[in-house]
Nanobody, 127 residues
Framework: QLELVESGGGSVQAGGSLMLSCEASGPSFFRKYMAWFRQSPSKEEREGVAFLEIRRGDSVDYADSVRDRFTVSQDGANRLSLQMNSLKAEDAGMYFC???????????????????WGRGTQVTETT
């Protein structure tokens, strides 16, 4: 089994930055592919934000809405980070870390089935 625990959420002004972290506990076999998703109050579906294939650190992908503003990375053996810059109002929401045994293809990760999910960390905008 794999446990994922997100942290780092909070309130931030538009244009600000925030870093989210996801700590993984469990066999690495279960987290060959990892991603960040978010659930916004204004949207019905959870949106894939960023994707990383663990074995290939250069295999990353982003939602168009966050490309060039967000950066996903692996920090150490058990942590996935999401650096968020130039935050916008539409970035607010609950952010979830997800992991999959795979295979998950970079071209279709946003629709792929992820096997494990964290409980989320909230990002809100300060007006």
């Amino acid at each position: 089994q794999l446990e994922l625990v997100e942290s780092g959420g909070g309130s931030v002004q538009a244009g600000g930055s925030l870093m989210l972290s996801c700590e993984a506990s469990g066999p690495s076999f279960f987290r060959k592919y990892m991603a960040w998703f978010r659930q916004s109050p204004s949207k019905e579906e959870r949106e894939g934000v960023a994707f990383l294939e663990i074995r290939r650190g250069d295999s990353v992908d982003y939602a168009d809405s966050v490309r060039d503003r967000f950066t996903v990375s692996q920090d150490g053996a058990n942590r996935l980070s999401l650096q968020m810059n130039s935050l916008k109002a539409e970035d607010a929401g609950m952010y979830f870390c997800a992991a999959a045994m795979g295979p998950v293809f970079r071209s279709g990760w946003q629709k792929a089935k992820f096997d494990f999910w964290g409980r989320g960390t909230q990002v809100t905008e300060t007006t």
